[in-house]
């Protein structure tokens, strides 16, 4: 699910302050799907540290508490896990750690 190359599945979430939205909505922008656990201790720090980085305005970060639903179309299997999709929603990074991210962003 979700490899290198493929568009992504849609998916319906919400975000941060319970709006509701689709991956679709996004498709015109460069994506950072972050999903997490609001429980998870080294959710907290990845999410700290990516803070702290330099991510490039033009990619939109989307932070999801992934319930068992978004886990079950994702295939997640850790918290956290970072997606970085292009245009298109074209997945160019899957489950990637916090540092190859970084790197990836900032290259382009």
């Given at each position: 699910k979700n490899l290198p190359g493929d568009i992504a599945i849609n998916?319906?979430?919400k975000d941060e302050n319970g709006k509701s939205h689709q991956l679709s909505d996004y498709r015109d922008q460069?994506?950072?799907?972050?999903?997490?656990?609001?429980?998870?201790?080294?959710?907290?720090k990845v999410s700290a540290w990516l803070k702290k980085q330099e991510i490039p305005a033009d990619i939109q970060v989307i932070r999801i508490?992934?319930?068992?639903?978004?886990?079950?179309?994702y295939g997640l299997k850790?918290?956290?896990?970072?997606?970085?999709?292009?245009?298109?929603n074209k997945v160019i990074l899957k489950d990637c750690t916090p540092e190859l991210l970084i790197e990836t962003v900032q290259q382009k």
């Open positions: 998916f319906n979430f460069k994506v950072i799907l972050y999903f997490y656990d609001p429980d998870c201790e080294n959710c907290h508490v992934a319930d068992n639903r978004i886990s079950a179309i850790a918290m956290p896990t970072i997606y970085l999709l292009d245009k298109g």
